[in-house]
């Protein structure tokens, strides 16, 4: 289609129509056009009739949708940056669903969108929508300055969005947010980014990987009752950890170096402290445990426990906690795909567990 000519039939009022529900989106309802140009609503009518019949935009449902992304593009780009912040603005203050408000608000420029930006990204983050939270995340922090009371946490939680194969992004928001939270006095993100950035090493097989869990877990041990950071482990994991510190995370370090006895123990003092019932994280490290040391009755037993778990809290891939038994040492995050089918975990020879974190969302 040729974009220009589909355009060039229309006069110049319905022109300035469209760009404004260009501008929108690229789907965008009758309401809000109308509560933002503020015209009758039978010249609206009129226009969307002609862009319809033109085959600009199609309606489906009870919203119009452009027929091309190219097309919603031609018409935002015909209006000067000034004029766009101004309709951006205008779209904001009529919008009613608080993402969309966000999203012109952060586009007209304004720093008041960065805590309703960062809330966007925050109920993107906890329904799995990881792609949206850090689009989220990204025009926030764009919008804030380095002492802002927010940057800190805005930037783990973007390390904790980034795209599970871009590592050097999710590292260098790391330290960002590590260095943020030193300069802001923030004990939480700091504890927090420590414990993503030991798992980066651990990743790497960095020697230093132990040492800096170890400090992350007496970090986070000390900061147990605090409620943020119970908030930040439900929006990055899925749930709250009902463990004190880290000790999922040094058992994860144990088992990369192939230290099993000392990541059984850990979970073990750990369930000693919470009460006899491990979760599908705790009964997967007890699997992984057993099947270094060749015990592969004990290990099939906690994989299937485990995944069993983690099939009842549909928390993490069922079918992924089934494969770590074809691949020891490599714990597989994610977070949910919809329905989970019951594993049959597989029996497998002990190996090597140089590398114990493939697939971590960090």
């Known amino acids: 289609m040729n974009v220009t000519g589909s355009l060039d039939h229309l006069g110049p009022a319905a022109l300035a129509v469209l760009r404004v529900a260009a501008l929108i989106g690229p789907a965008f309802d009758f309401d809000t056009l109308r509560a933002t140009l503020q015209q009758p609503a039978d010249d609206l009518i009129a226009v969307l009739e002609e862009a319809a019949a033109g085959g600009i935009i199609r309606e489906e449902s009870d919203r119009f949708h452009f027929a091309t992304p190219q097309i919603a593009e031609t018409l935002r780009t015909g209006l000067l940056g000034p004029r766009r912040s101004a309709w951006h ?158 000790p999922d995370g040094l058992a994860l370090v144990y088992l990369g170096s192939g230290r099993s006895a000392e990541a059984e123990a850990v979970v073990r003092e750990a369930l000693a402290e919470v009460g006899p019932h491990p979760g599908f994280f705790d009964q997967w490290v007890l699997a992984e445990a057993a099947l270094l040391r060749g015990d592969l009755n004990a290990a099939y037993h906690e994989y299937r426990l485990s995944a069993e778990d983690a099939v009842r809290r549909r928390c993490f891939g069922a079918a992924a906690v089934r494969r770590t038994a074809d691949t020891p040492g490599r714990w597989p995050f994610s977070w949910p795909t919809g329905p989970i089918e019951t594993p049959q975990p597989a029996m497998a020879k002990p190996r090597s567990t140089r590398h114990c974190s493939e697939g971590i969302r960090w």
């Open 89 to 246: 603005r205008r779209i904001a203050a009529v919008a009613r669903d608080p993402d969309m408000v966000a999203f012109h608000l952060g586009a007209a420029g304004d720093p008041e969108a960065v805590p309703l930006l960062k809330a966007a990204g925050d109920r993107a983050m906890r329904v799995g929508a990881r792609s949206r939270a850090a689009g989220c995340y990204r025009r926030a922090l764009a919008l804030s300055g380095d002492d802002h009371s927010l940057r800190a946490e805005m930037l783990l939680l973007a390390a904790a969005a980034a795209e599970p194969g871009d590592t050097v992004l999710a590292a260098s928001l790391l330290a960002q947010a590590a260095s943020a939270a030193a300069a802001s006095g923030d004990a939480v993100v700091a504890a927090f980014a420590r414990y993503a950035q030991a798992l980066h090493l651990a990743a790497d097989g960095n020697a230093r990987a132990l040492n800096e869990m170890d400090r992350a877990h007496q970090a986070l041990a000390e900061l147990w009752r605090e409620p943020r950071l119970a908030a930040l482990q439900v929006l990055i994991c899925g749930e709250a950890s009902h463990q004190r510190g880290a």
